[in-house]
C-alpha cells in the first residue's frame, strides 16, 4: 500500500529484494534513511498567531499530504482524521528521503519562551513507532518520573501504575520522601496521586511525570500544552483503532 510513497521519498531502494516489506511500518532505520515528523505546536486562537503560521508554511512549501501519506502516518502512529487534519508536509525534505510533517497544536508561539506561570516551552525530538517527533513542548518542573509499561502506554488507568512506582521509590529515596508533606505521604501510601500534583505525559514515549498541578491544569492557570498524551497516550488512538497496538 505504501510502497509508492517509500520509493518515492527513497525510504526503499528500487532494487530492494523484498518489496512486501513496504506494508509494513518501517524500523527506525531502513538503508540509512530515517522517516521524520516535525510537530510545530499550535492551536491558539489570536489572528496574529494564524498569519506567522501562514508565513512560515509558505517559506517552508507545506502542503496537504496525499492520500497516502495519510494512510502511512495513521498507520504508524494510530492517529486519527482529526490529527490529520492539523497536518501539512513540507517539500524540502522529501528530497533528502524524509518526511517532515508540521503539526499545528498549542503554544509554538511560545518556544523558547515561558508561560505567565513560568513554565518554559522548547523544541525537543523524539522518537516514536520508528518515526522522529520533533515539536515544541512545556518543560515542567517535575518531583518524580518514571516509564509506563508499554501495555498501558495508551491506557487511561495510567495514574494506578505510575502511583505504585512512586510509592516504591519514596521507601527507598529519604530525599524524595522529604519532598511531600504528611497528606501526601498518606494519599501516595494509599495510592493515589498526592493532593495537588497530576501526572503529566512527557513528550518522550511512556514517560510519565509528577508536576504541579498549577502548572499542568490550564483550568487553573496552568501552561496550555500538547504533549505525549495527544503523541503516544490514551488521546493519541483513533477511537475506531481503539485497542489495537502501535
Avoid at 530515517?34 to 489570536?46: K, S
Avoid at 493515589?192 to 513528550?203: A, D, F, I, L, M
Avoid at 496550555?224 to 481503539?242: C, E, I, M, Q, Y
Wanted: aromatic share 8%; with cysteine.
Amino acid at each position: 500500500m505504501f510502497e509508492a510513497v517509500f520509493r518515492k521519498y527513497g525510504l526503499i531502494r528500487s532494487d530492494a529484494s523484498d518489496v512486501s516489506k513496504a506494508n509494513e511500518i518501517p524500523e527506525k532505520k531502513q538503508d540509512g534513511k530515517y522517516l521524520h515528523i516535525r510537530i510545530e505546536y499550535d492551536e491558539v486562537l489570536d489572528t496574529d498567531n494564524k498569519e506567522r503560521n501562514a508565513e512560515q508554511e509558505v517559506l517552508n512549501k507545506t502542503r496537504e499530504l496525499t492520500d497516502e501519506e495519510k494512510d502511512f502516518v495513521k498507520k504508524a502512529l494510530g492517529w486519527g482524521d482529526k490529527q490529520i487534519a492539523k497536518c501539512t508536509i513540507e517539500e524540502n525534505s522529501l528530497n533528502e528521503g524524509k518526511i517532515v510533517i508540521h503539526y499545528r497544536t498549542d503554544r509554538c508561539d511560545l518556544e523558547g519562551k515561558r508561560a505567565e506561570n513560568g513554565v518554559l516551552y522548547v523544541r525537543k525530538r523524539i522518537e516514536y513507532n520508528g518515526i522522529i517527533i520533533e515539536g515544541v513542548f512545556p518543560k515542567f518542573d517535575s518531583v518524580f518520573s518514571t516509564y509506563l509499561s508499554p501495555e498501558n502506554q495508551k491506557s487511561n488507568a495510567y495514574a494506578k501504575e505510575c502511583n505504585a512506582k512512586l510509592k516504591e521509590a519514596i521507601k527507598n529515596d529519604p530525599e524524595l520522601r522529604s519532598r511531600f508533606t504528611d497528606e501526601q505521604l498518606k494519599d501516595i501510601e494509599n495510592n493515589r496521586t498526592p493532593t495537588g500534583y497530576v501526572w503529566h505525559h512527557n513528550e518522550e514515549p511512556g514517560k510519565m511525570e509528577l508536576v504541579k498541578r498549577e502548572d499542568h491544569d490550564r483550568t487553573i492557570g496552568g501552561a496550555a500544552h500538547t504533549g505525549g498524551n495527544a503523541l503516544w497516550g490514551p488521546d493519541s488512538v483513533d477511537n475506531a483503532r481503539k485497542g489495537e497496538s502501535f
